[in-house]
């Protein structure tokens, strides 16, 4: 044959094609192109027949001649009939200038064209193997112990009916929402936070991020102050900075987010009150009528996010800030998924009803609505009782691991500071002065143990590089006091070499 000599050439190029990213027949129309640009073809050249080349390189048949159709169509190969394919003989390469394929295009500079990059935004950042790590201090993760599989299969199951599988499987343009689960979250999940909401007062989303996202969108403007807590919620932060840069830094203690004068001139308040992140403050009676009351003098609208108030807190007596509204003046957005499965992905938000349509509209320019499915096993999932069994259940757990979290950094970090615990998942932590936390986290890693550090969650970089949020939502009771050991053991190896 006229192709070249040596068949290995086939198997090494489609190999260094690996990892291109490409599906099979992408990977070999990209063979075919560096085959001609390192000069193992030229022009007029037979290639292998779509069975011989198929062996050799341990794909399907198909997928070659698939390959090799798109190639002749682009023109780089001829078909002749009862001969084969070969290299067409009117394609040139230019050998002279770095073996490149001659072409009049230049390469594109994606990066002017960006209006903003969200990659240089500061975040957090949670790896992919966070399981595999031994002692997992890591928040907002599911918690295999507390999963109720039984329960959602049966829930799952129910959804897949002939009746109500012809009420997912539509595509829901108009209205978007299983009234089913609406009516699931204003009977059971909002009276528990002392909210009162009719249907057209609330919409699901794809998360309680996707609904800062589509809130900033709609509302804020290049001109607007928006004040959020400091330290604060990181991905809040970094979508509203995609409208303004006009943030408003306001201090929080114990009792949450304190009123500055700071906060008077600020069009937005964005507020985590049930359990303040990271630092889990709850704001206190007497500061929600505050806030409240200067936000109606001052014409401010306030969006209260309450990411994980559905895991029962201690102080259960305190309503949502929502429920004390009597001007319209908050915006209240929740969480379902998190305590379950936060890959789950669906929240919700409760407002004024005019708000309520205008982001519906908006939603579906995004993502339509959230998997219809998912809505209908959740409403079972809900009405059945199996959500506030399964918060009971979490409560519990999470108290028991706190008590020997407590207990492990009392024996072995003592002169770290330690914030309040509310019946949450995680604890803020404040290490001495002179520890990094960013880059203590890489030595605690190689004692296998992840923590988050606490400087993404500060507006300035520069700004307090001692603090750390310890998650025990995912990991187990009898790990908790090993882990806390090795992470002494990593500070002091921090301190030998820092």
Known sequence: MAYPASVNIWKLLFNQTEKSGLNFQGRICR???????????????????????????????????????????????????RCGHFVHPHFYVDSSENKTIKTTSKTTSWVKRFCFQPSQQRNLIKPSDWSKYPYPFIYGQPDPES???????????????????????????????????????????????????????????????????????????SEHFIGIEDPGYPDARNIFMLHSQNIVALPVDHEGIIFSKEAQQCDYLYV???????????????????????????????????????????????????????????VYVGSLSKPLAPGLRLGYIVAAPELIDELRHLRRLMVRHPNVFNQRVFAFFIDQGYYHSMLR????????????????????????????????????LEAPMNINT?????????????????????????????????????IALDKINQGIEELSKAVNEYHMYN
């Open 393 to 428: 259940r979490q409560f519990l757990l999470h108290k028991k691991r706190a008590e020997v979290l407590l207990k492990a950094l009392a024996q072995y970090l003592p002169t770290w500071h330690i914030y309040t615990f509310n019946g949450g998942s995680a604890c803020w």
């Open 147 to 221: 999963f109720p599989a039984t329960a959602w299969r049966e829930c799952s199951i129910k959804a897949l009916s002939a009746r109500d599988a012809s009420i997912w499987a539509q595509d829901l343009t108009q209205q978007g929402d299983d009234p089913y689960l609406i009516n699931a979250i204003r009977q059971h999940i909002l009276p528990t936070r002392g909210i009162v909401a009719h249907e057209d007062e609330i919409l699901l989303t794809v998360g309680s991020q996707h609904a800062l996202y589509m809130l900033a969108a709609l509302l804020m403007r």
């Open 31 to 81: 063979m075919m192109f560096s085959a001609l640009v390192d000069g193992h073809l030229r022009s007029g050249m037979a290639v292998p027949s779509s069975r011989e080349l198929a062996k050799l390189i341990g794909v399907g048949r198909n997928t070659v001649t698939i390959a090799y159709q798109q190639l002749v169509e682009e023109r780089i190969l001829e078909s002749r009939q």
């Open 438 to 474: 960013s880059m203590l986290a890489q030595y605690a890693a190689n004692r296998g143990v992840f923590i988050e550090a606490g400087e993404s969650f500060f507006l300035h970089d520069q700004q307090r590089k001692n603090f750390l949020r310890l998650g025990f939502g995912s």
């Open 272 to 330: 985590t009150p049930g359990r303040q992140c990271p630092t889990g403050g709850t704001l206190s009676p007497q500061r929600r009528q505050h806030l409240l009351r200067q936000a109606e003098e001052y014409e401010s609208i306030i969006i209260e996010d309450e990411y994980d108030a559905q895991i029962l807190v201690e102080n259960t007596t305190i309503p949502a800030l929502k429920s004390l509204d009597r001007h319209g003046r908050v």
